[in-house]
């Protein structure tokens, strides 16, 4: 009976709205960039960083995006739980990254790279690809693939 003191319990709904065949698929850096200018028109930044997950099912069709962390990018604020939750609870297949740039300037940093593959690491340990990360420049609108760089 002690035990039941320490009992965690979570209750989990996906509510799925429209189809998921009208959903877009993301099969190249070229789509995904597109999709995320998109995106970050629609979700401005506001002068901070934002770093947000696109979880993708099987046919790398979009299942949801969500906003990881607001602020400072740094790799240690980056952490692969907050990363992949999402994709565990939707059961994605892959994961494609994206944060943007205040400065405008889109050439990945140091602190770029080296999230992206602890990143791209966590997921191959849990048989979720992450198949690019797009950085986009808030005042120009352009948009660099970490996997084109």
Known sequence: E???AYVSLKRVSLIHKGSIQTRPSLTSSAEAKRFF???????PGNDQ???????LDTKHRVQCVVVVTVGTLDAS???PREVFK???????????LSH??????????????AVTKRLTEAGELLGIAVLDHI?????????QSIREF
């Open 2 to 4: 002690d035990q039941v």
């Open 37 to 43: 200018g998109r995106y970050w028109r629609e979700h």
């Open 49 to 55: 960083e934002k770093f947000v997950v696109a979880c």
């Open 77 to 79: 604020l980056i952490h």
């Open 86 to 96: 999402p994709a565990i609870i939707e059961g994605s297949s892959a994961v494609i």
């Open 100 to 113: 943007n740039h205040p400065s405008d300037d889109t050439t990945p940093s140091k602190e770029d790279h």
């Open 135 to 143: 950085i986009h420049g808030d005042g120009t609108h352009e948009l």
